[in-house]
């Protein structure tokens, strides 16, 4: 009797171990079917135009990683440059040519050419990847040499100088990995002041403009730009720049 009942104790615990199994295995199945939805990644990336977030989201359907743009990071930017050919109220710098005496010239002196220097300080920020907004400040010099044809020595100098102060607004139409291409415009205003006569000096106020029909920025954090366009800017601006917030 006491056999028959220990025979059967163990069938009831080995019934019960294989059911407890057989459980676990179909939980596991249950598990392993229904979807799983997996956490969202967050990865920054950095082009020309600066630094932005993107949050990979999986998609429950095709179980693949969809990105979604959750957010960019603005960068501020600045600019120093040389240009040519600037605009003045007198006109292109190019074809500008003037003479400090109006009449005529001391006897036995000549005008030399006028030489000339632009340099260009931009300062602003990439507000949306695509939307620049900033100001420039340009500063144009001039000169012509009176000398004397006996000896070359000089007799006197023309000066001119132009301050120029502008808000900018640029529009960046392509981003691939360090180049930016880009056009803009701005609208402000400048003064002008410059030698007349033996004596006397010129001044006065202006409006000012400046267009930039193509530009390229090629770097990161440093990078160089080289601009095409009209204005007091200048047709051509060229130098380097610093972006603070990229890396």
Known sequence: MWCIFAVGKQKIQSNMKQNRSITLLLLAVVLMALPTKLSAQIYEFRDASGLYRVEYIP????DKLTARKTSYKDHIELRLGIAYNPYTPMGYAS???????PVTLPPNTIVNNTRWFTTNFDFGGWIKRWLYVGGV???????ERVTSTVDRSRVDTFNYNNF???PVVRFAWLNRGI??????VGLGATYEIYDDTLSSKVKG???????????????????????????????????????????
């Open 137 to 143: 400040a340009t500063w144009t010099t001039g000169y």
């Open 164 to 166: 120029t102060f502008m």
């Open 205 to 247: 106020y202006y409006a000012a403009y400046d267009v930039t029909f193509i530009g390229i920025t090629v770097g990161r954090k440093w990078f160089g730009y080289f601009d095409i366009g009209a204005g007091n800017r200048g047709v051509i601006s060229a130098g380097i720049g610093y972006r603070f917030n990229n890396k």
């Open 59 to 62: 998609n429950e359907k095709l």
């Open 179 to 184: 180049v930016q291409l880009y056009s803009g």
């Open 95 to 101: 074809t500008l040519y003037w003479k400090r005496y």
